[in-house]
């Protein structure tokens, strides 16, 4: 069955950097898409963006260029989310979220990764 | 960006219920509008995508309908496990946008 397994909690320092993974099992990981999305705490849903499993090529929303950067290691069927110079805003929940063929809806989705940033 | 509204925010219901939630997009989005169900600390689950369609698994007391701007989820008959935050999404242009969430309470 199809299974996205992410990493668990991570507790930074403000300016610290986080990397969150996320793999991919019961499919084949390079026929679709990874898309990222935050959920603040109390908040909605926030799409991030999202990455070609195929390419490699990765797409960011506004507001997540710069210090967040989406990666692959296809050999472990292994999706990244790296966050850098990190903000208490960042606190949030990161999904990883497996784009299916129909309309680009996110059939599968990880379980979340809480990051908190707080000194 | 395409903006996404839902309305009511929050409701109130028995089990039994028929509950409707709408969803209105800033611009026409064709039929590119997906249903999410999250309960809390739980990730979201796929309910309706491509504004008609059930996810497999599913029940089908779940329905979406609607297509350009203004769209709709109906549950048939509220269950107790409805009892979450609904949200839609649109995907036909980038940024993928949800709207704010409906929360549906118990009455």
């Known amino acids: 069955q199809v299974q996205l397994v992410q990493s668990g909690s991570e507790l930074r320092k403000p300016g610290a950097s986080v990397r969150v993974s996320c793999k991919a099992s019961?499919?084949?990981?390079?026929?679709?898409?990874m898309n990222w999305v935050r959920q603040a705490p109390g908040q909605g849903l926030e799409w991030m963006g999202w990455?070609?499993?195929?390419?490699?090529?990765?797409t960011y929303a506004q507001g997540f260029t710069g210090r967040f950067v989406f990666s692959l290691d296809t050999s472990v069927s292994t999706a990244y989310l790296q966050i850098s110079s990190l903000k208490p805003e960042d606190t949030a929940v990161y999904y990883c979220?497996?784009?299916?063929?129909?309309?680009?809806?996110?059939?599968?989705w990880g379980q979340g990764t809480l990051i908190t940033v707080s000194s | 960006d395409i903006q996404m509204t839902q309305s009511p925010s929050s409701l109130s219901a028995s089990v039994g219920d028929r509950v409707t939630i709408t969803c209105r997009a800033s611009?026409?989005?064709?039929?590119?509008l997906n249903w999410y169900q999250q309960t809390p600390g739980k990730a979201p689950k796929l309910l309706i995508y491509a504004a008609s369609s059930l996810q497999s698994g599913v029940p089908s007391r779940f329905s979406g309908s609607g297509s350009g701007t203004d769209f709709t989820l109906t549950i048939s008959s509220l269950q107790p496990e409805d009892f979450a935050t609904y949200y839609c999404?649109?995907?036909?242009?980038?940024?993928?946008?949800f709207g704010q969430g409906t929360k549906v309470e118990v009455k």
């Open positions: 019961g499919y084949s990981f390079t026929t679709y898409a």
């Open positions: 999404q649109q995907t036909y242009s980038t940024p993928q946008t």
């Open positions: 611009q026409s989005i064709s039929s590119y």
């Open positions: 979220a497996r784009e299916s063929g129909s309309d680009y809806a996110s059939d599968y």
């Open positions: 990455i070609s499993t195929n390419t490699g090529n990765p």
